[in-house]
């Protein structure tokens, strides 16, 4: 958006304090200049001198100050000089001005616009006189304009300290839960070794399980505050969920797990192979002779895959809300962006999920 040029130097906001100012200014000279002195004049004598003035305070505030690098050394000599310069360009500027308006336009001038030292010396003290208010206002917007940014750093400042203030009692809250999350789980795991060593002996099945639950939730713990864990340690986890679940169904789950001892080492985010079985569990007909579940680990090309194929249970599909299988997802691209897949697919009554995972 273009500016007209009054409001290039002056912001639409404050337009109207200037135009009130001026025509106070204005009035109170033609008070002083009229009643107390007794000098009459035209109101076009007045208009053309007035505006050649109001010109001159602009440019110098907005445009000479500025040039004149205050705050470098050259000021000591470019200042004068622009000042010079001014004073040199603006006595034939307002003489030839009020000339043309007096032989052009028929204004009546109080004192006629010729080159003689009189003349000379009433336009350049009028020059002199209104450079002084026009160095003066510039200053005096300058140090309100240094003292706003003085305030909006000084508000910044408080504004980050106020900000850190949050953060700090944030994480000392942060702190504080962990440090009760570390003491819940320690006495958790205490009581599932005593009921462990208590069970051991009249309930061996029973036993087996607590202790297959209680390393599964050491393992979800610890590799929950980890980026990476290694595959063997996920299928350790794998295997005692399967453990699990046999108990519980009294070994009448028909699964397979398989995978390559080479991979064990292949480092991958945690709890993502322990989801996808875990999903099977929860939403898979697991029991059939004909068609038993299957969790595949292998190598293709320079991709990790892992995939788990299973026949579905209708009645707890209906209950899924896909909450595991959004959790890898959205889990995987953060860390491995385009370089992991998921797949997953519904045909013939089975389901199937695959992983793959770029191997570095």
């Not at 190598?299 to 299988?325: C, P």
Request: aromatic share 12%; hydrophobic share 50%; with cysteine.
């Amino acid at each position: 958006m273009k500016l007209s040029p009054i409001k290039y130097f002056l912001p639409p906001f404050r337009l109207s304090v200037h135009l009130i100012a001026w025509l106070l200014f204005i009035f109170y000279e033609v008070v002083i200049n009229e009643v107390l002195v007794g000098a009459t004049s035209t109101f076009g004598n007045y208009a053309v001198f007035y505006a050649c003035n109001i010109l001159l305070f602009y440019f110098h505030a907005h445009i000479a100050m500025p040039a004149s690098q205050l705050k470098s050394k050259k000021a000591i000599w470019l200042l004068p000089l622009i000042i010079f310069a001014e004073i040199l360009i603006y006595i034939p500027f307002v003489l030839g001005v009020a000339r043309f308006f007096m032989e052009y336009v028929g204004v009546t001038m109080s004192m006629p616009p010729d080159f003689k030292l009189k003349t000379i010396v009433s336009v350049t003290w009028r020059c002199v006189y209104f450079l002084f208010f026009s160095t003066a206002y510039y200053f005096f917007m300058n140090y309100i304009k240094e003292r706003k940014m003085l305030q909006d750093a000084e508000e910044q400042r408080l504004l980050m300290i106020i900000e850190n203030q949050k953060v700090q009692t944030e994480l000392v809250k942060s702190q504080h839960a962990h440090l009760k999350a570390q003491i819940n789980p320690h006495f958790l795991f205490n009581t599932l070794s005593f009921i462990y060593s208590n069970a051991r002996k009249t309930a061996p099945e029973a036993a087996e399980a607590i202790m297959s639950l209680s390393e599964m939730m050491r393992y979800a713990m610890q590799e929950n505050e980890r980026m990476y864990t290694s595959l063997g340690l996920e299928i350790e986890q794998v295997e005692n969920l399967i453990h699990l679940h046999q108990i519980r169904s009294g070994n009448s789950l028909q699964i397979s797990l398989n995978y390559a001892e080479e991979l064990l080492k292949i480092q991958i985010i945690p709890l993502v192979l322990l989801t996808l079985v875990e999903n099977m569990f929860k939403h898979g007909n697991l029991q059939d002779n004909k068609h038993p579940a299957v969790i595949d680990i292998y190598q293709e090309s320079n991709f990790l895959i892992m995939r788990t194929r299973n026949l579905i249970d209708y009645k707890a599909v209906r209950d899924s809300h896909h909450i595991g299988m959004d959790n890898i997802e959205k889990r995987l691209n953060i860390l491995y962006g385009n370089e992991a897949t998921l797949e997953i697919a519904k045909a013939d009554n089975f389901f199937e999920v695959k992983v793959a995972i770029k191997i570095s």
